[in-house]
């Protein structure tokens, strides 16, 4: 997507100031906040919202889905604690945004969406920013990318009763993943993290994602795979 007339010339600014927000809210990881400037959201919303793009809100961007904060992209980051030779896996593509946010953090992406129609956009803004080597694939993300695994970090852009047991299988040793766990309108961000004794859980803070439909998450009616 090419950015409207006079985007790219305030980009730069406003993705400064956006990490300076960052910053000031509680992200401390260095490699997260210059991720998080690298990555020029305003091509991962829809063009009549560009000059928002780094506002910390969530927008919508069809389908009844939304793009996350950017705060909230940055915290689930932060968690991972990816330090940039990891096999990632993100689940919930929707515009593309934090697989590339995950792309500047580590060495590959796999990245997996329901919605056909937000897959093949969330591609289509990926290349051109720079993340060819993002994989987008479209598919139950409650059942992960096995024919990948294993994953050294997933992240979980939506919320699921209880943290996909398919996902947990697919984890590295020592890897770690991050989900919105809760109910459909109030979860709290959970990391769970792979160790020789088990799986170490830590809590993280309230937040409210869309439903994760699929086979290990909510059942819907709108659900298009099923």
Same mark, same amino acid.
Do not use: N
């Given at each position: 997507? $090419?950015?409207? $007339?006079?985007?790219? #010339? $305030? ?5 400064? %100031? #956006? ?16 991720? #998080?400037?690298?990555?020029?959201? =305003? ?7 560009? %000059? ?10 069809? =389908? ?25 896996? &993100?689940?919930?593509?929707? /515009? ?16 997996? =969406? ?10 289509? !803004? ?10 987008? %694939?479209?598919? @139950?993300? /409650?059942? +992960?990318?096995? @024919?990948?695994?294993?994953?050294? !970090?997933?992240?979980?852009?939506? !919320?699921?009763? =209880? ?13 770690r993943i991050?989900?919105?766990? +809760? /109910? ?8 769970? $993290? ?8 830590? +809590?993280s803070l ?13 059942a819907g009616?709108? &659900?298009?795979?099923?």
């Open positions: 997507m $090419t950015a409207p $007339t006079g985007i790219g #010339m $305030t980009s730069d600014r406003t993705r400064g %100031r #956006m990490v300076d927000v960052l910053r000031k809210s509680g992200i401390r990881d260095e490699r997260v906040l210059a991720a #998080m400037e690298r990555v020029p959201r =305003e091509r991962f919303v829809p063009e009549a919202l560009a %000059r928002q793009a780094y506002e910390d809100g969530a927008f919508p961007i069809g =389908e009844g889905q939304t793009i996350s904060q950017p705060y909230i992209v940055a915290a689930m980051c932060e968690l991972l604690a990816l330090r940039g030779d990891e096999r990632a896996l &993100d689940v919930g593509t929707g /515009s593309g945004y934090a697989a590339a946010v995950l792309a500047e953090l580590a060495a590959e992406v796999v990245s997996i =969406e329901r919605v056909p129609a937000l897959a093949a956009r969330a591609r289509a !803004a990926l290349v051109p920013a720079g993340y060819e080597r993002v994989e987008v %694939r479209v598919g @139950d993300g /409650s059942l +992960g990318a096995p @024919d990948r695994a294993p994953f050294d !970090a997933i992240a979980v852009a939506a !919320a699921a009763p =209880e943290v996909p047991p398919a996902l947990l299988e697919q984890l590295a040793p020592h890897g991050v989900v919105p766990r +809760g /109910s459909r309108w109030s979860q709290r961000l959970v990391l769970l $993290t792979s160790t020789p004794d088990g799986l170490e859980e830590r +809590g309230a937040c409210r994602f869309v439903p994760l439909l699929g086979a290990e998450g909510f009616d709108d &659900d298009p795979l099923s």
